[in-house]
Nanobody, 128 residues
Framework: QVQLVESGGGLVQPGGSLRLSCAAS????????IGWFRQAPGKEREGVSC?????????YYADSVKGRFTISRDNAENTVYLQMNSLKFDDTAVYYC????????????????????WGQGTQVTVSS
């Protein structure tokens, strides 16, 4: 069972930045992807970003965060980061890290795809 632990959430003013971390235990295979999702009160869960285990670390971003969020990974630390800049009120949500035993983010970020592993979530609040 892969374990995922998020950290880094908090309260930030509009226009500010936060960096979320997702520490992952070892995946059963070398091909996998790690994604970030968020869910605001009363709204459906939204796929935010994804990074592949492939050597070129292909990434995916939702249109709502393109140009503001950056996903990256540190293989030595088995950690994936989500750098969030220019934060807006609408970014307020619980952010979840997820993992799957398939490397292609285009496939795994389809809303119908079922991710196998989930973290407990971390709250991000953008407020003045």
């Amino acid at each position: 069972q892969v374990q995922l632990v998020e950290s880094g959430g908090g309260l930030v003013q509009p226009g500010g930045s936060l960096r979320l971390s997702c520490a992952a235990s070892k995946f059963p295979r070398n091909d996998y992807a790690i994604g970030w999702f968020r869910q605001a009160p009363g709204k459906e869960r939204e796929g935010v970003s994804c990074i592949s285990s492939s050597s070129d670390s292909k990434t995916y971003y939702a249109d709502s965060v393109k140009g503001r969020f950056t996903i990256s990974r540190d293989n030595a630390e088995n950690t994936v980061y989500l750098q969030m800049n220019s934060l807006k009120f609408d970014d307020t949500a619980v952010y979840y890290c997820a993992g799957t035993n398939y490397f292609d983010c285009i496939t795994t970020m389809d809303p119908r795809y079922e991710w196998e592993y989930w973290g407990q979530g971390t709250q991000v609040t953008v407020s003045s």
